[in-house]
């Protein structure tokens, strides 16, 4: 996610690149792509509120939940153990909506196949996470390879 963002500031001084690459995480990279591709031109003061607004609402999620949370006895019933998997699934879907604005179904299938094979083909020789990580792996040097195509 970090190299990806160092391509939307080019031309940038290392060290804000850096520090932006430091600080992002799945949700701000989300919503990094997301604005890069409504806006043409992202201010690194623009990302930079975006990482730190993440980590505080990280904190103050963290704390209010962890204070609360004693007080629900079977998170399970209320559908919270599915939480972070929703949360994947609607960043997955956003980045869908706006690669499909960049790319065609073709490229984009090409890679979701990459990586489904990939993983199934990985995780009988591997421990699943490491499956994980290589499966993205390739698929992301596909991603790559294709876009140099086009």
Known sequence: MSLHATTIFQGQPLGQNIFI?????????????NESY????????WMHGNNVTGYIT???AVTVSTYFGQYIPN?????????LVGMFVGIFGGQLVALR?????????LILLTVALAYLTFSMLVS???????????ACG???TFDEVR
């Open 38 to 45: 409504h806006e043409r031109k992202v201010s690194q003061q």
């Open 75 to 83: 998170p399970e019933a209320w559908g919270l153990d599915f939480a």
């Open 58 to 60: 990280w904190i103050l």
């Open 21 to 33: 690459g430091s600080l992002i995480t799945d949700e701000s990279y989300a919503v990094l792509l």
């Open 101 to 109: 604005q960049a790319h065609s179904v073709r490229h984009i299938s």
């Open 142 to 144: 596909v991603g790559v």
């Open 128 to 138: 699943e996470s490491l499956a994980v990580l290589l499966a993205t792996l390739i």
